[in-house]
Nanobody, 126 residues
Framework: QVQLDESGGGLVQAGGSLRLSCLAS????????TGWFRQAPGREREFVAGITWIGGSTYYGDSVKGRFTISRDNAKNTVYLQMNSLKPEDTAVYYCAAARLSSTLYPKNSEEYDYWGQGTQVTVSS
């Protein structure tokens, strides 16, 4: 089992920044890539960024490249999502997720993830 707990969402003006945190626990979370997804009302869940615990390789969705940075702190079992140059279209509920043990190396499809946090709301005003 893996448990994920997100925090750090809120309201910010366009052009501003926020940092989301995902505290992970459980026996196997270090064996799985951890990803951030987001979902806006009426839209499908969208891959944002992912990171591997071993090696720290990172990968991003096209809409956030150059603006968002994913990182991890092994000592704190925490994955971060630093979001800069935020836009109103970044408004969504952001979810942290842990991939299946059988996932691809850099999974971007939500179906490859089987543990999810409760989500944290990010609202960007224009």
């Amino acid at each position: 089992q893996v448990q994920l707990d997100e925090s750090g969402g809120g309201l910010v003006q366009a052009g501003g920044s926020l940092r989301l945190s995902c505290l992970a626990s459980g026996r196997t979370f270090r064996s799985r890539p951890t990803g951030w997804f987001r979902q806006a009302p009426g839209r499908e869940r969208e891959f944002v960024a992912g990171i591997t615990w071993i090696g720290g390789s990172t990968y991003y969705g096209d809409s956030v490249k150059g603006r968002f940075t994913i990182s991890r702190d092994n000592a704190k079992n925490t994955v971060y999502l630093q979001m800069n140059s935020l836009k109103p279209e970044d408004t969504a509920v952001y979810y942290c997720a842990a991939a299946r043990l059988s996932s691809t190396l850099y999974p971007k499809n939500s179906e490859e993830y089987d543990y999810w946090g409760q989500g944290t709301q990010v609202t960007v005003s224009s």
